[in-house]
Structures are given as C-alpha cells and as structure tokens.
C-alpha cells in the first residue's frame, strides 16, 4: 500500500479511535469532576459511529499506509458490544490491534477481547498506593483492581502490557519509584508520561511537571538504568533497560522533549471527527460524510488530503501562552 506524508514527510501509520466520550473514573488530568459532573451532556448513541463506519473508515486508511489501530475513549470497555468491533476490525487484515483502558473492566473482557482478535492492551495506572491512585481518579477506585485486570489480560495473551502513569507533582511525584519496584520482573512495561496540557479543563502548569529525566534519575538512584533504542520510528516512548536484565521502563516526555518529527498518529472522536494532533482545536467531520453517502474514494481522498496538508507540532511549540489555547478534550479524542 502507498505511504501518506504530511507536510513535514511524516507517514499516516498509527490511526487512534475514541469509541466513547463517557468515562467511569474521573481522572484529575484529562476528566475533573468539575466539569464532567452529573449533569454534562455526552454525546448521544446516534451521535457515535457505528462499528461497521468505523471498520469503514479502519479499512480506508489502512488503504492509505496505517499499520496500527488503537481503540480508546472515555474508557472503550464502556461502549457495548466492544468484542464486535474489534472481530469486524480483525476481518480486516493485517494491522496491530491494540486498546488503550483504564482496567476496570478488564478482568471480565479480557478472554472475549483476545479471542476476538485483539493483540495487545494498554493500561492507565498512576500510582501503586490506594491513597494515591483513588486521588487521582476521583471515583475510589482501587489499585487491586485494576492489578487483577493487568492479570487477566497477560493470561489472555494480550502482553506485553504497557502501563501508563502520568506524574503530576504534588500528587503522585512519588509513584515512579514505587510502581517500578512493584513491576520490575513482571514482563509489563511501565511508561511514565509527563502531565499534559491536554484539553482545556485540567487546569495546566509547567512548574506541575516532572521531566522523564528527573523520573528516570529518581528509579536508576535505586534501580540501575540504561537507555535502549526505540522499537520503531515514531515510537512515542523513549525505553530504558534495567541494568540486571530484569525488563524495562518508558518515558513520555511531551513537553520536555517533544517529538513531533516523528509523530506518524490520527485520531478519530467517537463522533467521527478526524483530528491530526493530541493538541487540535479542530477536526473534520467524516461521520457527516459517511451519513452523507459519500463513496469510498470520495471518503479516501478527504482523508489523505486532510494527512497531506498536516502540518501540526504542537509540542514543539508549546508555550505558556499556547496552553490556554481552547483545545479538544482528551476524554473526546482518547490520548
Ligand atoms: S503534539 Fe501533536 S504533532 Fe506533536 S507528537 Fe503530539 S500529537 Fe503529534
């Protein structure tokens, strides 16, 4: 299949679906409370792609060089049904099929999720103390949890699991350390990403985030590190081995190292906007198109001239002035 380059000559590979805006914790970082209270209006089922538009638009840009598909949210467990899709999405062919989740449902879908065709999960964890880690998502969930759903999905043959925790200092700054003593050994892969700022709810500032340096100086204090090379171009992790062989670590530093050379992701909100950055303000609305009648070339074209024309790095320019800037909410357009 022929490539699609962006502006600054990066390729279309990695295509990230949200299949829902609803969510069952309330992390501080990308869904507070404050907003996303009782009465916050989420989009309507009729609002969201079906699963047969999605594999649609799956199957197109796969056509358009994307090798790896990621199904996100909200929390994309929530959206029922989710082993459907993912079987509709496994039909296609030859893609990486992974899903990023929060864990809670996880220990009852894991089985379903795997046997449907799904080859790997990504789990959100912040923190290895209750104390913690209720704190920040708000909702009193427990870390046991979610361990016994990071369980059930490696006895499902959906490893290597990567589990993503996002330091915020003065909340869980201490975590780093914690986390890598509890999963060092364990075959999962801990990434550490540096706060965000994400959306325009979460109340960002840079003196609230801690470089992937410092946390990576903060684990090799006690547990000896290496840095290895990525696993591929546009890998968004930079990989650190520990010295005694043991596994390794990730850090995803955002704002302190940027790597928007090689940022090769689309992401598509579970109401069919296609977006090309984390950091958008706006999208393109497919859904409309699709509704529209539109045919597959008709619908190919609009998505290789709206990759073609991309010339989004955020990241590297960011600013304290670009982070008031309105911007798509995480939670809308799944991380
Ligand atoms: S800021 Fe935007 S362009 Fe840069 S790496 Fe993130 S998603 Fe890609």
């Keep these: 299949m022929p490539d699609t380059f962006d502006t600054a000559k990066r ?13 069952n914790f309330r992390c501080t970082y990308c869904m507070p409370k404050e907003t996303f209270g009782p009465d916050y209006q989420y989009l309507e089922r009729t609002e969201l792609l079906t699963f047969e538009e999605i594999a649609r638009l799956v199957r197109l840009s796969k056509d358009l060089g994307v090798t790896k598909v990621r199904l996100t949210g909200g929390e994309p467990l929530l959206r029922k049904g989710i082993e459907g899709l993912v079987a509709q999405l496994r039909a296609i062919g030859d893609l990486d099929l992974t899903l990023t989740t929060n864990g809670s449902l996880l220990a009852r879908k894991a089985d379903a999720l795997a046997s449907a065709g ?32 990071i369980e059930a999905a490696a006895d499902a043959g959906l490893g290597p699991i990567k589990i993503n925790a996002v330091i915020k200092r003065g909340v869980n700054g201490h975590a780093p350390l914690a986390m890598a003593r509890h999963f060092k050994g364990s075959g999962h892969i801990v990434r550490f990403i540096e706060y965000m700022d994400v959306g325009s709810t979460n109340g960002w500032r840079l003196d609230d985030v801690i470089s992937g340096q410092d946390i990576v100086a903060a684990i090799n204090a006690e547990l000896p590190l290496e840095p290895i090379k990525p696993n591929y171009i546009g890998e968004v992790a930079s990989r650190w081995r520990y010295r005694d062989g043991s596994g390794e670590i990730g850090v995803i530093t955002s704002v302190t190292a940027p790597f928007c050379g090689s940022c090769t992701r689309g992401r598509v909100s579970a109401q069919g906007m296609l977006y090309t950055c984390l950091f958008a303000s706006s999208g393109h609305d497919l859904r409309q198109m699709m509704r529209g009648l539109a045919s597959d070339a008709e619908l190919s074209a609009a998505i290789a001239s709206i990759w073609e024309t991309r010339d989004d790095r955020y990241s590297d320019l960011r600013s304290e002035a670009t982070s008031d800037l309105p911007k798509i909410e995480m939670s809308y357009i799944g991380g």
């Design 11 to 23: 390729a279309f590979r990695d295509l990230r679906v949200s299949v829902t805006d609803r969510c």
């Design 118 to 149: 799904l080859d790997r999960v990504t789990v959100s964890l912040d923190a290895v103390d209750d104390a913690t880690f209720k704190a920040m998502n708000d909702v009193d969930y427990p870390v046991a949890k979610v361990l016994e759903g």
